[in-house]
C-alpha cells in the first residue's frame, strides 16, 4: 500500500521485493504524483523534501505518464517568468518522458539496453513496472553504475583471492641440486606477472616459468588462472614439453582471440644431466651467472609472444649447466623502474649489482636486487609488477 507525504501532494510506494540480480535492485525512488497535480504545489512539496530528487507521474490507476526530475523541475522555475508561466500547469504538463523496463528484467539485460546512456555521462532515468504495467519504482544511470561498480570490485577482490593463492609473494625450494628463490611484488591488487613450478616424479626435472600477461585486472587473473591450471594438470611424464606449450600457447589464442598476449620463458632443468632446455617466448630477460659473468641465454630463433597466432612448434635452445652457476629470470619492471630523475634503473646496474653480491644464495640475491630498486625509485611510484627468478645449481 502506497503511503503518504507532504500533505497528499507527494505518494510514496513500499521499496518493490525483486530477486537477485533484477532491476527491482536498482530502485532508488518510489515517488509518484498523480497527472492533475498542480505545478506550484508539486513543487512547493518537493521544496519542503530534499531526499525526492525525481518522482513518476501517473494516473489513478498507477500507469505511468512520465518522470518529473527535481533539478530540472526547479531549473525551469527558476528562470524569468517561470513561475508565472507555469502556475497553472500539472504534472502531467511537465514530464519527461522516458524508457520503461519490467521490474523482472535480468540486471546485465538492462545495462545492455541503455548502454549508451551510461557512456554519455548525464544522469537519465527509468521507470520500473510490475506485471500489470504499474509503476513500482524509479532508477537512474547513477544507480546503474554503482551497482555495477560494486560488483565490479566484488570480481576483482574474488580474483586477487584466487590469485594470491595461485602466486605467492615469495617462494623458496630445495632440490637435490638446485636452489630456487622467487619474488614478486605487484603494482596493483592483481598484476600480469606470475610464476609456475612444476617437478617430474620420476626424474630429476623441472619446469620453471616466468610469464608476463599484456594488461591487468579480471583479464590477467584469467589467463594467470589458466595458465595455473594446464601447467598443473598436464602430463608431463607422458609428453612433451614442447607439445605443453604448443597446447597452451593455441588455448589462449583461441579463448582471447589474440587480444591478450603473454611473453614467458619456460625452462626445464635436468639435475642429473646438468641441462637447461629454455623457450623464450618474447622474454629475452634470462641470464646466467658463471665466475662472476653474466651471459644472456637467447635463442637463434625466439618465439613470438604466447597468444598471438597458432603455432605448429616451438623454438628452444639447450645449454650445459655446471656446478656453481646461478641462473636469472626476470620481469621488465625491474630494469624499467625509474627515479625521481626519471632515469631507468636499465641491465647494467642490475647485471654488475648481481656480480657484485653474488653469494650463490638464491633469496639473498633476490633480497639485494629489490632492496636496491627500493633505494633506486626513492620516492617515484613504482611502475610495473616486478618479478626475479633465482635458481643455484650446486
Given at each position: 500500500?502506497?503511503?503518504?507525504?507532504?500533505?497528499?501532494?507527494?505518494?510514496?510506494?513500499?521499496?518493490?521485493?525483486?530477486?537477485?540480480?533484477?532491476?527491482?535492485?536498482?530502485?532508488?525512488?518510489?515517488?509518484?504524483?498523480?497527472?492533475?497535480?498542480?505545478?506550484?504545489?508539486?513543487?512547493?512539496?518537493?521544496?519542503?523534501?530534499?531526499?525526492?530528487?525525481?518522482?513518476?507521474?501517473?494516473?489513478?490507476?498507477?500507469?505511468?505518464?512520465?518522470?518529473?526530475?527535481?533539478?530540472?523541475?526547479?531549473?525551469?522555475?527558476?528562470?524569468?517568468?517561470?513561475?508565472?508561466?507555469?502556475?497553472?500547469?500539472?504534472?502531467?504538463?511537465?514530464?519527461?518522458?522516458?524508457?520503461?523496463?519490467?521490474?523482472?528484467?535480468?540486471?546485465?539485460?538492462?545495462?545492455?539496453?541503455?548502454?549508451?546512456?551510461?557512456?554519455?555521462?548525464?544522469?537519465?532515468?527509468?521507470?520500473?513496472?510490475?506485471?500489470?504495467?504499474?509503476?513500482?519504482?524509479?532508477?537512474?544511470?547513477?544507480?546503474?553504475?554503482?551497482?555495477?561498480?560494486?560488483?565490479?570490485?566484488?570480481?576483482?577482490?574474488?580474483?586477487?583471492?584466487?590469485?594470491?593463492?595461485?602466486?605467492?609473494?615469495?617462494?623458496?625450494?630445495?632440490?637435490?641440486?638446485?636452489?630456487?628463490?622467487?619474488?614478486?611484488?605487484?603494482?596493483?591488487?592483481?598484476?600480469?606477472?606470475?610464476?609456475?613450478?612444476?617437478?617430474?616424479?620420476?626424474?630429476?626435472?623441472?619446469?620453471?616459468?616466468?610469464?608476463?600477461?599484456?594488461?591487468?585486472?579480471?583479464?590477467?587473473?584469467?589467463?594467470?588462472?589458466?595458465?595455473?591450471?594446464?601447467?598443473?594438470?598436464?602430463?608431463?611424464?607422458?609428453?612433451?614439453?614442447?607439445?605443453?606449450?604448443?597446447?597452451?600457447?593455441?588455448?589462449?589464442?583461441?579463448?582471447?582471440?589474440?587480444?591478450?598476449?603473454?611473453?614467458?620463458?619456460?625452462?626445464?632443468?635436468?639435475?642429473?644431466?646438468?641441462?637447461?632446455?629454455?623457450?623464450?617466448?618474447?622474454?629475452?630477460?634470462?641470464?646466467?651467472?658463471?665466475?662472476?659473468?653474466?651471459?644472456?641465454?637467447?635463442?637463434?630463433?625466439?618465439?613470438?609472444?604466447?597468444?598471438?597466432?597458432?603455432?605448429?612448434?616451438?623454438?628452444?635452445?639447450?645449454?650445459?649447466?655446471?656446478?656453481?652457476?646461478?641462473?636469472?629470470?626476470?620481469?621488465?619492471?625491474?630494469?624499467?623502474?625509474?627515479?625521481?630523475?626519471?632515469?631507468?634503473?636499465?641491465?647494467?646496474?642490475?647485471?654488475?649489482?648481481?656480480?657484485?653480491?653474488?653469494?650463490f644464495d638464491a633469496m639473498k640475491t633476490i633480497d639485494v636486487v629489490f632492496s636496491t630498486i627500493k633505494v633506486y625509485k626513492r620516492t617515484y611510484p613504482q611502475q610495473d609488477d616486478m618479478t626475479l627468478i633465482c635458481i643455484c645449481f650446486e
Open positions: 500500500m502506497p503511503t503518504l507525504t507532504t500533505e497528499n501532494i507527494i505518494n510514496r510506494l513500499q521499496k518493490p521485493i525483486s530477486t537477485r540480480f533484477t532491476a527491482g535492485m536498482l530502485v532508488s525512488s518510489t515517488y509518484y504524483a498523480y497527472a492533475d497535480t498542480k505545478i506550484d504545489a508539486l513543487s512547493e512539496a518537493l521544496a519542503k523534501n530534499d531526499d525526492i530528487f525525481a518522482c513518476a507521474v501517473v494516473d489513478r490507476a498507477m500507469k505511468v505518464y512520465g518522470v518529473i526530475v527535481r533539478k530540472d523541475l526547479f531549473d525551469i522555475l527558476g528562470r524569468r517568468f517561470g513561475r508565472e508561466l507555469y502556475y497553472n500547469k500539472t504534472a502531467r504538463d511537465m514530464i519527461q518522458r522516458v524508457k520503461s523496463f519490467p521490474l523482472t528484467i535480468h540486471v546485465f539485460e538492462c545495462a545492455k539496453i541503455i548502454q549508451k546512456d551510461l557512456f554519455a555521462g548525464a544522469q537519465d532515468y527509468y521507470v520500473l513496472l510490475d506485471d500489470n504495467d504499474c509503476y513500482s519504482g524509479i532508477f537512474s544511470t547513477k544507480d546503474m553504475l554503482i551497482f555495477l561498480s560494486r560488483l565490479t570490485r566484488i570480481d576483482i577482490e574474488q580474483a586477487k583471492r584466487v590469485v594470491s593463492r595461485i602466486i605467492k609473494k615469495e617462494h623458496v625450494m630445495k632440490t637435490k641440486r638446485l636452489h630456487i628463490a622467487i619474488r614478486t611484488e605487484m603494482v596493483q591488487d592483481i598484476g600480469g606477472d606470475s610464476y609456475y613450478i612444476v617437478s617430474s616424479k620420476n626424474k630429476n626435472q623441472h619446469i620453471i616459468a616466468i610469464c608476463d600477461v599484456s594488461g591487468k585486472g579480471i583479464a590477467a587473473s584469467m589467463i594467470t588462472t589458466l595458465i595455473y591450471g594446464m601447467i598443473t594438470s598436464y602430463d608431463f611424464e607422458n609428453n612433451t614439453i614442447e607439445n605443453f606449450l604448443i597446447q597452451l600457447n593455441n588455448f589462449i589464442f583461441t579463448t582471447f582471440e589474440g587480444e591478450r598476449f603473454v611473453t614467458a620463458c619456460f625452462m626445464l632443468i635436468d639435475e642429473d644431466e646438468g641441462m637447461l632446455n629454455m623457450f623464450d617466448f618474447g622474454h629475452s630477460l634470462t641470464y646466467l651467472l658463471r665466475n662472476n659473468n653474466m651471459f644472456k641465454l637467447s635463442l637463434k630463433e625466439i618465439n613470438i609472444p604466447m597468444g598471438i597466432q597458432k603455432l605448429h612448434t616451438v623454438n628452444s635452445g639447450k645449454t650445459r649447466i655446471e656446478p656453481g652457476d646461478t641462473i636469472i629470470t626476470f620481469t621488465d619492471g625491474i630494469i624499467e623502474q625509474r627515479n625521481n630523475e626519471g632515469k631507468e634503473y636499465g641491465i647494467q646496474k642490475l647485471q654488475k649489482l648481481i656480480i657484485d653480491n653474488n653469494s
